[in-house]
């Protein structure tokens, strides 16, 4: 049986970064990942040149039901300490938008980085190795397919319950209920949306067609793109709100970010008065969108022929369609679980247990979600960072 200071569940983003912090410190550190690969989820995101982080984090961009829990952790490791360190490993980036950062080349280079500094502090990375039981008699016991290993600390890095065909598992939840600490709901978040019935008709074909708009749900509201699917709507606007978005709720969808649709079909009505009303949507909406939007009950006609009230609701429509979504794509589709382990029974300077000495969950196991753009990902680094400075 092996004894080590620390041993970290969880091969992912905060689980990685947690365990190179403590090793850096001197600390003996094991790592356990069920997966046959580290970082399995940061390979994948980005479209494999992972948004590792935002030019701009700040504690509003993240959801918790104590939203100030985050607030020590970031500013303990901000976004400009991992960008350092990305930038000293000679990691080239680039901005995308709206402050999203993300590799030049591949996200196997943050990847490797991690590991290259889990090395560099000794750390021990056993792949394929499944942990079947934890407990404390003493020293944290854990045991694995592999064997039996003790520990002076446990360290829950293994993620919510998105995308389970890369191994998510509730195994971080579990954990933290068997030693008393409460969860809060947890659902799908940052994840596409469905529709059924007469809410979905009009979508029916438009499967593919991306365009710009504001999804408001509520008082929170997110101008990037959305894109329909087959089963409803997705992007990145559709995306953000979904994580605001509630079973039941309406939501609405701006198709004209910037601009009053009705002064726009006024000036319209006046220039090309017998213009059809598709025509002139087609000026400012993918053609097959203003086309779906002028079925039966708006319709289509000679702008000119239209009373301005008529306008004024095509207008409405354009700027605020509502919508009520009949649910989501679920966990298989989410980027990120919303909920988790409740903070209040956590140390918000170090991820520590309140209760439970020598206990620390890190990154999406725990009530902090970020939003879409690089804040998960931030959490994961300051949130392991913080636990990886005090086991």
Known sequence: M???D?????????????????????????VLEHNDQAGAKILISGGGRCNFTNLTVKPANFISNNPHFCKSALAGYSNHDFIALVQAH??????KRLGQLFCDGSAKEILAMLLGLCQAGGVDVRLSTAVTGVSKPDKYRVETDKGVFTADALVLAAGGLSIPKMGATGFAYDVAKQFGLKLTDIRAG????TFTGEPWAWMQGLSGVSFEAVARCGKAAFAEAALFTHRGLSGPAVLQISSYWQPGQALSLDMLPGQDAYEFLLARKAERPRAELKTILGEVLPARLAHSLLQPPLGNHVIGDMPNKALKNTAEMINRFPLRPAGTEGYAKAEVTLGGVDTAYLSSKTMEARDVPGLFVVGEALDVTGWLGGYNFQWAWSSGFAAGQAV
């Not at 620390?6 to 094991?30: E, Q, S």
């Not at 940052?190 to 949306?193: F, N, T």
């Open 190 to 193: 940052l994840v596409p949306l």
């Open 2 to 4: 092996q004894h080590y």
């Open 90 to 95: 000679k990691i080239a980036f680039h901005e």
């Open 6 to 30: 620390v041993a970290v569940i969880g091969a992912g983003a905060a689980g990685l970064f947690c365990a190179a912090t403590a090793g850096k410190r001197g600390r003996k550190v094991l």
